[in-house]
């Protein structure tokens, strides 16, 4: 019968629209829902909630809450079936305010639902503001306390999963516990540093000082007094009581000497002798005080070459490079390269509490494309100023002109091949119009080319061709990366 047969059609009908409805209201509301099962798997997500997580709402269905939703408490409320309210849950980088209610029936806990209530509101930001200005002061007092042992960087927060990177991990988990004088090389901006700080806190000197001295930064008069310290009288403005050098500092712990290569030749002399008899002697002081301490010591310039030519101490280098440690250019790993730009626009996102951007893939391409002279420190100043000038997504051109582009379509054969003489740059190639300081290092990267490729590959010959030293051709060639 026609009556019969309708009836059943009808309320499957209505049933469906009431679904709808809700589902379209769960939708439409400014808090962000979610339900879960008795075994904590998402049965609802709306649609707000979904394009925050950067999930899609039907895809997830079924799926544990925990794999989906950061920091989620919806399997500790099945388990306790008591509410939480208004808890703050850290999601994405955001401080969020939740509240939890567990679904019952006949008593027994069949699921729960749970609601952001504060997330991108204005409300909540000023209330994030006054969490982020709480957390920075946290943040500064946490660093206050590991400065007073110095290091702040271990392996784990060295981002590089190229075969390279992990050699050097592994490297450093050899050589750490050891007490030997580790040289660390690399150009600027590849994370010499980091590494310092790492061997430092897998040493088993990690509980004593890390002291840092910059040897380039310092004016060569005032150098043997921040490295050996000085006596009350010492010399005119000395400080009353007198002040410990970096040595004394260090003892017990480590010493890393940043840009040892820029060491005065005087200086080189005296710090040989302290790392021979681990004494120093404080300036206008009149006696000998022994200190333990590990040396570490980093460097961009061409140590062999300045020892060539007189300007690094034979004997000095071979102290302190008792285990080398070769840190190589990004751009000869560039693999690390979207790990990195990854781990970089967090660290910005986390600092600025904005939520991290996502990094086109047109974008990445381009970067993968550069040559990165300025390596890791380079590519931290063009994701910087990226995450200000673009949005929630960086587009290719939110990137500087210059990122894979002209220069890095130069191709850098390497210095032995054949192929060098055959390279397609010669001097009549246009030099692009732009800033002065681009042009001319490009022509100078393009005489270096020409002059290396005349002699053969021969640095000695080249340098003499082109009127310069021969360390000073060593810099140019790691600041050009041939
Ligand atoms: N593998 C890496 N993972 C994460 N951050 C990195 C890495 N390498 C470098 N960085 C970041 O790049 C910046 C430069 O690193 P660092 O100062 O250690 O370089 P450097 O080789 O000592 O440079 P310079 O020779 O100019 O002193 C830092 O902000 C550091 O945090």
Redesign the pocket.
């Known amino acids: 019968m026609p009556v019969s047969n309708d009836a059943p059609a009808t309320s499957i009908h209505v049933e469906r629209g009431r679904r709808e409805l809700l589902k379209a209201a769960m939708n439409a509301v400014e808090e962000w829902v979610v339900v879960v099962d008795a075994h904590g798997c998402i049965q609802f997500l709306n649609a707000p909630y979904a394009e925050f997580l950067g999930v899609d709402a039907e895809a997830v269905l079924g799926r544990d809450a925990r794999e989906v939703i950061e920091n989620t408490r919806m399997h500790e409320v099945l388990e306790s079936g008591r509410a939480e309210l208004a808890q703050l849950q850290l999601i994405r980088g955001h401080h969020m305010i939740a509240h939890r209610y567990p679904i019952l029936r006949d008593g027994e806990v069949i699921g729960v639902i749970g609601s952001v209530i504060y997330h991108d509101t204005w409300e909540w930001r000023q209330v994030n503001a006054q969490v982020q200005a709480l957390e920075a002061e946290v943040d500064y007092y946490r660093q206050a306390l590991e400065t007073t042992t110095g290091a702040r960087?271990k392996l784990s927060?060295?981002?590089?999963e190229s075969s390279a990177?992990r050699e050097l991990a592994a490297r450093v988990r050899k050589i750490a516990p050891g007490g030997a004088s580790v040289l660390i090389r690399?150009?600027?901006?590849?994370?010499?540093?980091?590494?310092a700080h790492s061997l430092h806190r897998a040493s088993a000197r990690a509980e004593g000082p890390f002291i840092k001295l910059n040897c380039a930064a310092i004016p060569e008069a005032l150098l043997e007094a921040e490295l050996f310290g000085y006596e009350e009288g010492a010399f005119t403005g000395a400080r009353r009581g007198g002040k410990p050098g970096k040595f004394q500092l260090a003892d017990g712990g480590t010493l890393f000497l940043?840009?040892v290569g820029d060491m005065p030749l005087a200086m080189q002399a005296k710090l040989l002798r302290v790392l021979q008899d681990r004494e120093v002697e404080a300036v206008g002081a009149t006696r000998l005080v022994t200190v333990d301490v590990r040396v570490i010591a980093?460097t961009?310039r061409p140590l062999e070459a300045l020892v060539e030519s007189g300007e690094f101490r034979e004997d000095l280098f071979y102290r302190i490079n008792v285990v080398p440690l070769v840190?190589p250019p990004l751009r000869e790993r560039r693999e690390?390269l979207p790990g990195?730009a990854a781990?970089?626009l967090e660290r910005l996102a986390r600092r600025s509490g904005r939520r991290p951007p996502v990094l086109s893939p047109a974008a990445l391409e381009r970067l993968c494309a550069h040559h990165w002279p300025g390596?890791?420190?380079e590519?931290?100043n063009v994701l910087e100023a990226a995450f200000y000038l673009g949005g929630s997504h960086i587009q290719p051109t939110d990137l500087p002109d210059a990122i894979g582009t002209r220069r890095s379509e130069i191709s850098t054969p390497p210095l032995d091949s054949a192929a060098h003489c055959t390279s397609a740059i010669t001097l009549d190639t246009p030099v692009t119009t732009g800033p002065l300081r681009e042009a001319m290092a490009h022509a100078e990267h393009q005489l270096i080319e020409k002059a290396l490729c005349a002699c053969g590959g021969n640095r000695t010959q080249a340098a003499r061709q082109l009127g310069i030293a021969k360390s000073s051709l060593y810099e140019k060639l790691a600041r050009h990366g041939l």
């Open positions: 960087w927060d060295i981002i590089g990177m690399g150009e600027s901006g590849t994370g010499k540093e980091l590494y940043d840009e980093a961009h840190i690390d990195l781990h970089l390596n890791v420190r590519l931290e």
